[in-house]
C-alpha cells in the first residue's frame, strides 16, 4: 500500500485481556520497527524486525509483550494480561534502506480499564 | 547507547515570531540526525535529517536545522512562524548500521498564538 496501515486505530480493553495490534508496512520495506508513545515520555523503541526476524527487541518491557512478522510484511504485536500501565499509542513504522528516513503509521490507542 | 535531550517541553511563541527548538544528543558513534513533527491526532511526520555533507540541512515547510559536531547539538529552527506549525516536535538519532533504531527526545510542543 501507499503507506503504513494499523489496526485497529482505537482499542479500549479490560485489564487482565489480550491484546493484538496489526501493522501493514510499505511494500518492500524490509525494516519494521514498533514504538510506544506515552504522555510525557516521547517514543520508546520496543521491537525491531529485519525480514521475519527480530535481531532487536531490547526494548521489549517485559514477557508480556512478544512481537512477529511473518512473509517479511504483516506484523503483530501482542500485549499478554494487560495492565494499565500499558494504555499508550503503539506506533509502527518503516524504512526504505539505510540512511532512510521512517514512515511511521497513524498508530493504535490502547486504552487498558 | 544514544540519548537525545529536548531542553524545552513546551515553547510558546507569537505569529510570524522566530523560533529555535533545541535538541542535544549524545552517541559514542556516528549518527543521523532528524526531526519529526506530530501535528494534533496525527502520526508522526519527517520534518528533515542529517545524513552526512553540509551542516545546515532545509526541510519542510520553510524549517532548518544545523549540525554542530562539537556541541553534539541539532537545533531546529523557522524565522517565522504561522499558526499552522502548532504541533508536537520529536528530535532523533539514528545509529549508523545495526539495527540503525531511532532514539527520540521526549519531545517540545510549539505552540503558536496569534
Known amino acids: 500500500g501507499a503507506g503504513v496501515s494499523q489496526s485497529p486505530s482505537n482499542k479500549v480493553t479490560e485489564k487482565g485481556k489480550d491484546v493484538e495490534l496489526r501493522c501493514d508496512p510499505i511494500?518492500?520495506?524490509?525494516?519494521l520497527y514498533w514504538y510506544r508513545q506515552s504522555l510525557g515520555q516521547g517514543l520508546e523503541f520496543l521491537i525491531y524486525?529485519?525480514?521475519?526476524?527480530?535481531?532487536?527487541k531490547s526494548g521489549l518491557p517485559s514477557d508480556r509483550f512478544s512481537a512477529e512478522r511473518t512473509g517479511g510484511s504483516v506484523s503483530t504485536l501482542t500485549i499478554q494480561r494487560t495492565q494499565q500501565e500499558d494504555s499508550a499509542v503503539y506506533l509502527c513504522?518503516?524504512?526504505?534502506?539505510?540512511?532512510?528516513?521512517?514512515?511511521f503509521g497513524s498508530g493504535t490507542r490502547l486504552t487498558v480499564v | 547507547a544514544q540519548s537525545v535531550t529536548q531542553l524545552d517541553s513546551q515553547v510558546p511563541v507569537f505569529e510570524e515570531a522566530p523560533v529555535e527548538l533545541r535538541c542535544n544528543y549524545s552517541?559514542?558513534?556516528?549518527?543521523?540526525l532528524f526531526w519529526y513533527v506530530q501535528y494534533p491526532n496525527q502520526g508522526l511526520q519527517l520534518l528533515l535529517k542529517?545524513?552526512?555533507?553540509?551542516?545546515l540541512v532545509k526541510g519542510i515547510n520553510g524549517f532548518e536545522a544545523e549540525f554542530n559536531k562539537s556541541q553534539t547539538s541539532f537545533h531546529l529552527r523557522k524565522p517565522s512562524v504561522h499558526i499552522s506549525d502548532t504541533a508536537e516536535y520529536f528530535c532523533?538519532?539514528?545509529?549508523?548500521?545495526?539495527?540503525?533504531?531511532?532514539?527520540f527526545g521526549k519531545g517540545t510542543k510549539l505552540t503558536v498564538n496569534p
Open positions: 513504522a518503516t524504512r526504505q534502506g539505510a540512511g532512510y528516513g521512517y514512515t
Open positions: 511494500s518492500g520495506h524490509t525494516a
Open positions: 524486525f529485519q525480514g521475519n526476524s527480530a535481531p532487536d
Open positions: 552517541s559514542s558513534v556516528s549518527v543521523y
Open positions: 542529517y545524513l552526512s555533507g553540509s551542516t
Open positions: 532523533a538519532v539514528q545509529t549508523q548500521g545495526g539495527s540503525e533504531k531511532l532514539v
